[in-house]
């Protein structure tokens, strides 16, 4: 977004607006007016106390829980559905990575034993977080070695897209990560699971409150032949973020490109991936906040799950 922000004026309103603070930690409504003035809707400020560097920041969040935090268990689901479809409800994560990977992994092991008809795999409920504890445990159902990818904006000399950070399943199943959050939240090395039922149909549920990671998880599948997105055009969220440590506990979790998908597809800010068959669910009027939607989302949930067997008994299966 640095081509629609003006610095020189930007720098001389905030210098304004700070020039009679005296503690740093009075700094945060600035600093989130700043973020919010870039209006990509995916950017945020965070500020934690005594954290005094970028490994401080990241150590912290490797070593915290859900339990530490006061916020309730992460909502895994994993069951068979008519004695022959796969059903595994995919949470959003913020903690815990690689106990979400070892989870999920776990769930489609068994899951992969009773020899299935056809995948759903739940994202409904996905807010997002971090995309590759939701992605790695699914590597052996995906039909190629490269899925998504994001643009930043640069094109090349004949007016093209250049894209990066272009996703990489590696063929032995191994995935590596070099990068330090993947160091501290154990996920730097992980051995995908094997699964044989690799072929059947697979149904991928979104709705409006899949976001962000949610939404990269669902475009890891998008384009896949016997993949079918059931549910509701997604929240909006299809960009890339990345954490950058500024000062005295402060950090911006910066959006720094857009979602390219497997179908070719650069999302706009604010694009939400629309799904092949739509569930119609109409939210009542009384809810406005994203919460409100989240809470209602769940209680409706048996409406996806219904619309993938009701599509999956049409087809035979």
């Given at each position: ?240 973020n990345e954490l950058y440590y500024v000062d005295k506990g402060y950090s911006v979790n910066l959006m720094t490109a857009l979602l390219h998908d497997r179908k070719g597809k650069s ?10 068959i739509i569930v119609d669910l109409e939210y009542p009027e009384n809810i406005r906040t994203f919460k409100e939607r ?24």
């Open positions: 977004m640095r081509s629609k922000i003006n610095f020189d004026q930007l720098r001389t309103e905030t210098n304004a607006k700070v020039k009679h603070m005296n503690k740093t930690d009075s700094l945060l409504p600035t600093f989130k007016e700043i973020v919010s003035g870039l209006s990509d809707l995916h950017s945020s400020v965070g500020y934690v106390k005594d954290t005094m560097d970028n490994l401080a920041l990241i150590k912290m969040i490797a070593s915290t829980t859900y339990e530490k935090e006061g916020m309730p268990p992460l909502n895994f689901q994993h069951r068979f559905i008519e004695d022959k479809y796969a059903y595994i409800n995919v949470p959003g994560v913020l903690l815990e990575h690689r106990r979400y990977i070892d989870t999920l992994q776990k769930q489609l092991r068994e899951l992969d034993g009773k020899q299935p008809k056809a995948w759903i795999i739940d994202l409904t409920e996905n807010d997002g977080g971090a995309f590759v504890p939701m992605v790695t445990p699914f590597h052996s159902l995906i039909d190629t070695t490269q899925t998504f990818s994001y643009f930043d904006g640069t094109l090349d000399k004949d007016g093209k897209e250049v894209l990066i950070n272009k996703f990489q399943i590696p063929q032995n199943g191994l995935y590596i990560d070099n990068s330090i959050e993947a160091k501290y939240c154990k996920f730097d090395t992980v051995q995908a699971q094997p699964l044989r039922n690799n072929q059947i149909p697979i149904i991928v549920l979104v709705s409006n409150i899949t976001a962000s990671s949610g939404e990269i998880t669902a475009s890891h599948f998008l384009g896949q032949k016997n993949v079918t997105l059931i549910g509701a055009k997604t929240n909006g969220l299809t960009s890339n999302y706009h800010v604010g694009e939400g991936v629309i799904p092949d989240y809470r209602f989302t769940l209680e409706k949930k048996s409406v996806f799950i219904n619309k993938a067997i009701e599509f999956l008994r049409a087809k035979g299966i």
